[in-house]
């Protein structure tokens, strides 16, 4: 395969999805009968996407498998075991998703075979461990996108807490101020995340009654009232005033490595990850969580916020930088008279178009040419020699690290 060849892709229809977003995006009737909550594009196992050409359609796990060096290139071919490193995703929040960790790779090939060993069907409802890999991961928001990101400093969390719930937590939050480290933090949330169904009632009810008369001076109690309403009797009620609180604007994004606790909100973004589905849950959630696997993979230490900008790459190209060694995303925007040319050497990229039209094309003699509208997207292999998108539209380009 050594053309740029335009996917199909499945589009994930979780609870917690928006029934507009992507609808609108791909210019489908809305709103949809069905929440649709990640469009996916990749070569994951459990939802691939499809390579569309004249006579066929065709998996692009199957094309990568036949056809590993053409499409990964013979450096990314031999790193990854003829496997696409990344999973490409556009998510579309209804409502809050759960507040969730991921392994990092060790504690992934060891879980994965765990519980291939015990016989857990890889769809089980109870399985923490989809695939062997970890999964890194970075959201680019589309429109305000409101997230909670790794543990605030203890300080701030215990002056949070104290505000909502100094009676009901009395002593949880005693023994956190005598011991403000790494094992105190963990000590701190396995007890919440284990605490009795009578004993989370307590909490929440206190919490909630502080937070309500609080929620208009600062959006961390307007979150929890929010959280509420969506997860009613949910301890991942509290996280606002334990997690940091971010509001992203369109265009900036947020890393998270493996093991960092987090939760997404409201709003849509781009993401890209390392090509995994393991996710570990705390709360927010009617899906399985198992508190005894999450704290195994947490990373209890506090983590300053960080927000990444986009920033300058090649003519027409703006590239957000983080310590992944799977992906790299960038922004293009070509313009009149000025299109975007892709470097000789490099792996397998997938183009989206998030708004307006663009012309995707193979410089080589003969090569083909797409003209790509919003919501749509396309693989480009490492054996095209050159690619170039000319036109007036915004893509998002994931690829892999030179």
């Not at 469009?39 to 498998?65: C, N, Q, R, Y």
Request: aromatic content about 6%; proline content about 7%.
């Amino acid at each position: 395969m050594k053309t740029i060849c335009v996917l199909k892709n499945p589009i994930q229809k979780y609870a917690w999805g928006s029934h507009t977003f992507l609808a609108e995006l791909m210019g489908r009737p809305s709103p949809t009968q069905e929440p649709e909550a990640e469009l996916w594009m990749g070569a994951h196992s459990k939802a691939p996407s499809t390579v569309e050409t004249v006579d066929k359609a065709e998996s692009l796990l199957d094309l990568i498998a036949r056809y590993p060096q053409d499409i990964l290139g013979e450096k990314t071919a031999a790193a990854y075991n003829c496997r696409l490193p990344y999973l490409f995703k556009v998510l579309a929040l209804g409502r809050a998703l759960s507040i969730q960790a991921h392994p990092n790779l060790d504690q992934a090939r060891k879980g994965f075979q765990k519980e291939n060993r015990q016989g857990l069907p890889l769809d089980a409802a109870d399985r923490n461990y989809r695939d062997d890999n970890h999964k890194p991961e970075l959201i680019s928001a589309l429109t305000p996108f409101w997230a909670l990101n790794g543990f605030r400093e203890i300080p701030d969390m215990l002056l949070c807490l104290k505000k909502v719930c100094s009676a009901a937590l009395k002593q949880e939050i005693h023994k956190l101020e005598q011991t403000s480290d790494g094992p105190g933090l963990k000590g701190f949330i396995a007890r919440l995340l284990t605490m009795e169904i009578e004993a989370v009632r307590e909490v929440l009810a206190e919490a909630l009654l502080h937070a309500e008369k609080l929620q208009s001076q600062n959006p961390i109690f307007e979150w929890m009232v929010r959280l509420h309403e969506m997860y009613p009797g949910d301890i991942g009620v509290l996280f606002p005033a334990i997690l940091n609180l971010v509001r992203l604007e369109p265009g900036q994004a947020m890393y998270l490595p493996a093991g960092q606790f987090h939760a997404y909100l409201d709003g849509m973004g781009i993401e890209l990850m390392a090509n995994s589905d393991n996710v570990l849950r705390g709360g927010l959630t009617p899906k399985h969580v198992d508190v005894p696997a999450l704290l195994e993979v947490l990373e209890f230490k506090e983590q300053p916020l960080e927000i990444i900008e986009l920033q300058p790459g090649q003519a027409c190209e703006k590239v957000y930088h983080t310590p992944a060694r799977e992906f790299e995303l960038s922004v293009i925007e070509p313009s009149s008279g000025k299109p975007y040319v892709s470097a000789a050497e490099r792996s397998a990229e997938i183009l989206l178009v998030t708004s307006g039209k663009v012309v995707v094309s193979d410089d080589a003699a003969g090569g083909t040419t797409f003209t790509l509208s919003s919501g749509m997207s396309a693989v480009v292999p490492a054996a095209v020699e050159s690619c170039r998108i000319s036109g007036n539209g915004t893509v998002y380009k994931a690829a892999i690290p030179s």
